[in-house]
């Protein structure tokens, strides 16, 4: 039973490039939640998608925007990257139904250094 | 103010001891709180979920207590395995996979 993937792992960027990270949700999970967790920080919810919508957003500036794709995968673009970026950005997938909609299964995370 | 505010500690303690992490919460319309653990440079998992009754998990014991926004975990009889970063979790007063961490307080159990 595959749990949360993402990718990449790691990756190195400069000020002012582009950045794209993937996730694939745990298998029977339809919704997918973005943290960004910077260090020595909680997580902090970016957004969320259902249907290959963005249902609700946090507070993080346009320059974070994401897709989710009808398999229910998901990804995160960050634009014009600041150095203050650098965090570990955590993918969360859970079931819509509100039985389940609090029951978030992370998967490791993707670390973004930005120099 | 954060919504949901922790002391990040550390909270250095010998094995076998019992230990007590605190946590409020501001946002009194919150419904659903959990406590995650999450370990050096890995993903936060759920530990346990939190209930007005309190509920208990082996050595680990929850309880909220609404009337003060405060939630705490309770950690028997301490392992060098529970060494980790322990995060209250709140939902912000939606049932939609939104959830509202607090900073995490660091154990660190010693021999």
């Known amino acids: 039973d595959a749990g949360v993937t993402q990718s990449p792992t790691h990756l190195i960027k400069t000020r002012g490039q582009q950045v794209t990270l993937r996730c694939s949700p745990k298998?029977?999970?339809?919704?997918v939640s973005w943290y960004q967790q910077a260090l020595g920080q909680g997580p902090q919810f970016i957004f969320q998608?259902?249907?290959?919508?963005?249902?609700q957003r946090g507070n993080f500036p346009d320059r974070f925007s994401g897709h989710q794709f009808p398999n229910y995968s998901s990804e995160l673009n960050v634009n014009a990257l600041l150095l203050g970026d650098s965090a570990l950005y955590l993918c969360?997938?859970?079931?819509?139904?509100?039985?389940?909609?609090?029951?978030?299964?992370f998967g490791a995370g993707s670390r973004l250094t930005v120099l | 103010r954060k919504e949901v505010e922790q002391d990040p500690g550390p909270f250095n303690v010998p094995e076998g001891a019992t230990v007590a992490f605190n946590c409020t919460y501001s946002?009194?319309?919150?419904?659903?709180f959990f406590w995650y653990r999450q370990d050096c440079r890995k993903e936060p998992k759920l530990l346990m979920s939190?209930?007005?009754s309190g509920n208990e998990d082996g050595r680990f014991t929850a309880q909220l207590n609404r009337a003060s926004q405060y939630i705490s975990l309770l950690i028997r009889d301490s392992k060098l395995s529970d060494s980790a970063t322990y995060l209250c979790?709140?939902?912000?007063?939606?049932?939609?996979?939104?959830?509202?961490f607090g900073q995490g307080t660091t154990l660190q159990v010693k021999p």
């Open positions: 969360a997938s859970s079931l819509a139904v509100s039985s389940g909609a609090n029951v978030l299964t």
């Open positions: 298998s029977g999970h339809d919704t």
């Open positions: 998608y259902y249907e290959e919508e963005e249902r």
């Open positions: 946002n009194s319309a919150s419904q659903s």
């Open positions: 939190v209930y007005s």
């Open positions: 979790v709140g939902d912000g007063s939606s049932n939609t996979g939104k959830l509202i």
